[in-house]
T-cell receptor
Framework: GEDVEQSLFLSVREGDSSVINCTYTDSSSTYLYWYKQEPGAGLQLLTYIFSNMDMKQDQRLTVLLNKKDKHLSLRIADTQTGDSAIYFCAEMNYGQNFVFGPGTRLSVLP | AAGVIQSPRHLIKEKRETATLKCYPIPRHDTVYWYQQGPGQDPQFLISFYEKMQSDKGSIPDRFSAQQFSDYHSELNMSSLELGDSALYFC????????????????FGNGTRLTVT
């Protein structure tokens, strides 16, 4: 079955790097995604990575994928207070099923 | 760029009433998904449509139904509302990237917050 796991909470100081981790079980995952949700708002697509890649960088965001360990991480460099939100990892598999993790609540301390 | 539009943004209903949520996908997107997000929960997949036909079904109660129309907009109809139906309801759409086995990401609307009293 499909299962996506994330740690639920992360606190960092402003200016530090944040690393949010995600593990998944479905080896047929084709794409893996990171979404950001601010309080009371919708899900904003941050970035995504195809399963045949191991890294993708987009400005302050770096996604690392270890397909062997089924481990995905999102690194946010120079974390700002505006980055405080819930970050959802999600996978899409060949069956076109899209599964979210439970979300990691990132708190950025001044 | 145009995004997914959902209406209404907020809806308050009483128990046993009905509600209709609307979703307008990004232009030229042919697939629509509905998700339910309870307080402090991750989004749970309800149902999806591809080219106006139901393509997948998740944890959608029998009291709910949905359809996708010829202009690709979708409506989620909810009847006999219960207190537990109070949640954020998200619609998402994706583009027709079904060539070569590639899947396009889901783009979400801002959601409809349904409160059942």
């Amino acid at each position: 079955g499909e299962d996506v796991e994330q740690s639920l909470f992360l606190s960092v100081r402003e200016g530090d790097s944040s690393v949010i981790n995600c593990t998944y079980t479905d080896s047929s995952s084709t794409y893996l995604y990171w979404y950001k949700q601010e309080p009371g708002a919708g899900l904003q697509l941050l970035t995504y990575i195809f399963s045949n890649m191991d890294m993708k960088q987009d400005q302050r965001l770096t996604v690392l994928l270890n397909k062997k360990d089924k481990h995905l991480s999102l690194r946010i460099a120079d974390t700002q207070t505006g980055d405080s939100a819930i970050y959802f990892c999600a996978e899409m598999n060949y069956g076109q099923n899209f599964v979210f993790g439970p979300g990691t609540r990132l708190s950025v301390l001044p | 760029a145009a995004g997914v539009i959902q209406s209404p943004r907020h809806l308050i209903k009483e128990k046993r009433e009905t509600a209709t949520l609307k979703c307008y996908p990004i232009p030229r997107h042919d697939t629509v998904y509905w998700y339910q997000q309870g307080p402090g929960q991750d989004p749970q997949f309800l149902i999806s449509f591809y080219e106006k036909m139901q393509s997948d079904k998740g944890s959608i109660p029998d009291r709910f139904s949905a359809q996708q129309f010829s202009d690709y907009h979708s409506e989620l109809n909810m009847s006999s509302l219960e207190l537990g139906d109070s949640a954020l309801y998200f619609c998402a759409s994706s583009s027709p990237a079904r060539t070569g086995g590639h899947n396009s990401p889901l783009h979400f609307g801002n959601g409809t917050r349904l409160t059942v009293t």
